[in-house]
């Protein structure tokens, strides 16, 4: 898009709605229902899993640190699923999505070669997606146990929620809130889970794009591979979607006959991908990093900046409404009662 039809986001957009884009990953044990429902011991295999693996990320990207002239921000926990664990971190440019995949593949490998008969560590299964937020996914805040908040907007869930989320990035994150995401892109990405296999690191067709768009850059171009298309339930209105992966190392008896023989060309993964990007534009992640540091990625189409508008001209009517309401109820806070304006000065649990 030429810089004259690029259009800004509003410089007054509170931090909780600046536009960002995530990666996600997913690691999940394979087996593990198996593993449980056996006569054997579980529990040593699942909790090394947890223990072990997550030392091994953290200590890829420690190592990456070290002998690199810039910092790799290391993706932070979100949570587990079972015996899944989900990571994330944002993205800002082509360089550093091409760095936090070749890492992460790299600590996926160096987990597997520990993974032998004799070892009590199960084997692994990886996914790779991304979502630009908040539109069209979101973000959404809970408050923990002993979370104080002002209590005008204890009564008003849309306010509180908007108040979740600036505490949260003012503070760089809260003890007392915790977050979560939900949307089009996370649901595709636990969809592609199931394609997933030790060898196979699955990664998302708008990720595949960036990796794609960040080759002539990188002194290791990812290799990314094709092994056709299927549908996923609910995805891209059922269109057969494309089975993209990096293969992974590890101590394989039986290695993956596939990897080599489908090694893509990357021109032919970059128009396929862009013609389901287009097609599919509104469930898709546009692909926008806010680093600057490509033109092609540095913008956001017009519906996306006009929804963040929406977000925040909705949250400030809201608001200018609840404070022109009078308060006539009386709140007991600290053994007495306080009402009106005196009321919203207060912070209770």
Avoid at 304 to 329: G, M
Wanted: glycine residues 6%.
């Amino acid at each position: 898009m030429p810089p004259s039809e690029k259009r800004a986001f509003p410089e007054d957009l509170p931090e909780g709605l600046q536009p960002r884009l995530r990666l996600f990953f997913s690691v999940d044990v394979v087996g593990s229902v198996q593993l449980k429902q056996s006569q054997q011991p579980w529990r040593p295999s699942i909790l090394n899993f947890y223990r072990d693996f997550d030392h091994t990320v953290y200590s890829s990207y420690r190592a990456f640190n070290e002998r690199s002239n810039h910092v790799l921000p290391t993706p932070e926990f979100w949570k587990s699923n079972g015996d899944e664990l989900l990571y994330t971190c944002e993205i800002k440019d082509l360089d550093q999505t091409h760095d936090t995949i070749q890492v992460w593949l790299a600590a996926l490998s160096a987990y597997r070669a520990t993974v032998t008969p004799d070892s009590d560590r199960p084997d692994v299964k990886s996914t790779a997606w991304i979502g630009l937020f908040p539109v069209p996914n979101a973000e959404v805040f809970f408050r923990r146990g002993g979370a104080q908040f002002r209590s005008d907007l204890l009564d008003d869930p849309q306010l509180l929620q908007a108040e979740l989320r600036e505490e949260w990035y003012a503070k760089g994150g809260r003890g007392d809130i915790t977050r979560d995401f939900v949307g089009p892109s996370i649901d595709t990405g636990f969809r592609l889970t199931s394609w997933a296999t030790p060898q196979r690191f699955i990664i998302s067709v708008d990720l595949a794009f960036l990796l794609v768009s960040s080759r002539q850059d990188s002194a290791e171009p990812a290799l990314l591979h094709l092994s056709g298309r299927s549908k996923l339930k609910g995805v891209i209105d059922d269109e057969p979607y494309p089975a993209i992966w990096l293969p992974v190392g590890g101590d394989d008896k039986l290695a993956d006959a596939a990897v080599g023989r489908d090694l893509a060309d990357a021109d032919q993964i970059g128009r396929s991908c862009a013609g389901i990007i287009e097609r599919h534009y509104k469930f898709i992640t546009p692909l926008f990093l806010s680093g600057g540091a490509s033109d092609r990625f540095d913008w956001a189409p017009p519906y996306i900046i006009n929804e963040i508008r929406n977000l925040w001209s909705e949250e400030q009517d809201h608001k200018a409404q609840a404070q022109s309401q009078p308060d006539t109820t009386l709140a007991y806070v600290h053994g007495r009662n306080v009402g009106g304006a005196a009321r919203r000065r207060l912070w209770v649990a």
